[in-house]
């Protein structure tokens, strides 16, 4: 398989995954159509072009599930009204999270200027047999992240 097939970039910094009716969607932002069939979507950080709620509300479903920092996952749960265990609260040395949905999530350090290095996190997902690297907002990689894509 292309490792790219399943990867379709939206805008900005958010990326779409689908692998055998499984999707998952990293922060979500200017989606144009609603589709309502995340089963997992990252949130890397709270600025706006990465948490923003009206897309949110688009890819997301009742059972959809959520990576995010505490910070987001708060703000989730009283906009949405989200059940605290469809919320996986990460920061940039948490170990990988696996979901139901088949996908693996290791959260990396993600730091520039703008984002201390606890604002945040990276992601490598593991997903499909294959590992992607979603910086989140960075500019500084450790030798020790591998992935394919």
């Not at 009206?54 to 959809?64: G, L, N, Q, S």
């Not at 990988?96 to 997902?125: I, K, Q, R, S, Y």
């Not at 590992?131 to 989140?136: A, D, E, I, V």
């Amino acid at each position: 398989m292309d490792p790219l097939e399943p990867v379709r970039l939206l805008q900005h910094g958010c990326v779409r995954f689908e692998f055998n009716d499984a999707v998952v969607v990293v922060d979500p932002y200017q989606i144009r159509h609603a589709t309502h069939d995340a089963d997992l979507i990252i949130i890397t950080h709270a600025h706006a072009d990465h948490y923003s709620p009206a897309d949110i509300d688009k890819v997301r479903r009742e059972d959809t599930c959520f990576v995010t920092t505490p910070e987001i996952a708060h703000k989730l749960a009283e906009a949405f009204n989200i059940d605290n265990m469809y919320l996986s609260e990460i920061t940039y040395d948490a170990p990988t999270t696996l979901f139901e949905c088949g996908a693996g999530v290791t959260p990396v350090v993600a730091e520039n200027a703008n984002h201390p290095v606890d604002a945040g996190f990276g992601v490598v997902l593991e997903f499909g047999g294959v590992r992607y690297y979603l910086s989140g907002d960075t500019d500084v990689l450790s030798d020790s992240v591998r992935c394919d894509v």
